[in-house]
Structure formats: structure tokens, C-alpha cells
Nanobody, 125 residues
Framework: QVQLVESGGGLAQAGGSLRLSCAASGHTLISYVMGWFRQAPGKEREFVAAIRWRGGDIYYADSVKGRFTISRDSVKNTVYLQMNSLKSEDTAVYYC??????????????????WGQGTQVTVSS
């Protein structure tokens, strides 16, 4: 079992920044892929970013490329999502997710077995 706890959401102005954290516990993450997804009201959950724990390969959705940065801290077993140049369309509940078998398709939500509870990000224009 893996427990994921997100933090760092809140309210930001357009053009501002927020940093989300996802603390993982319960299992070593060495073979994992950690992902961030988001879901806006009335929309489907969409991929934001992912990082492969071993090797550090990183993936981004086109909509956030150049603005968001995913990173990991192996000592703290924590994944971060630094969000800069925020836009109103970034408003959503953000979820952290863990894939335990090093999926080749980190963009797909169905590849992830464990999910956090979500944290609200609201960007005001």
C-alpha cells in the first residue's frame, strides 16, 4: 500500500505561482512513476506531469510545458509541482498519483494504482 498526501494548493492570481507537494509513504518508490493530474469542474481528469523515479525521465502536458516543473526528493519521498505563470484555466483539483510498475504510458490515468485526496488550485484573473 502507498499513501499519498498532497499539500500546497490555494488561491493565486493569474501570472502567480504555487508549489504543490505530494508526500508518499508505505512503500519504496524506486521503481515508480509519480504523476500529477487535474480535474476542473465539468471536465475529465487530465494529465499534467509525471516523473520516473529511477532515472528521472520527465513528461509534461503541452498546456503546462514551460510553466510547470515536476521534481522529486528521494530522501523525503516527495514529489513537487512548481507552477509558474498561472492562468485561470489552471484552476482545478490537482491529484498526485503513483504507478508501481514503471509504466510506459505515464500520460494515462488508468496506469496509476494509488491516488491522493486532491488539492484545490484556484487562479483568479
Amino acid at each position: 500500500q502507498v499513501q499519498l498526501v498532497e499539500s500546497g494548493g490555494g488561491l493565486a492570481q493569474a501570472g502567480g505561482s504555487l508549489r504543490l507537494s505530494c508526500a508518499a509513504s508505505g512503500h519504496t518508490l524506486i521503481s515508480y512513476v509519480m504523476g500529477w493530474f487535474r480535474q476542473a469542474p465539468g471536465k475529465e481528469r487530465e494529465f499534467v506531469a509525471a516523473i520516473r523515479w529511477r532515472g528521472g525521465d520527465i513528461y509534461y502536458a503541452d498546456s503546462v510545458k514551460g510553466r510547470f516543473t515536476i521534481s522529486r526528493d528521494s530522501v523525503k519521498n516527495t514529489v513537487y509541482l512548481q507552477m509558474n505563470s498561472l492562468k485561470s484555466e489552471d484552476t482545478a483539483v490537482y491529484y498526485c498519483a503513483a504507478n508501481t510498475f514503471s509504466t510506459l504510458w505515464p500520460h494515462h490515468s488508468n496506469q496509476y494504482e494509488y491516488w491522493g485526496q486532491g488539492t484545490q488550485v484556484t487562479v483568479s484573473s
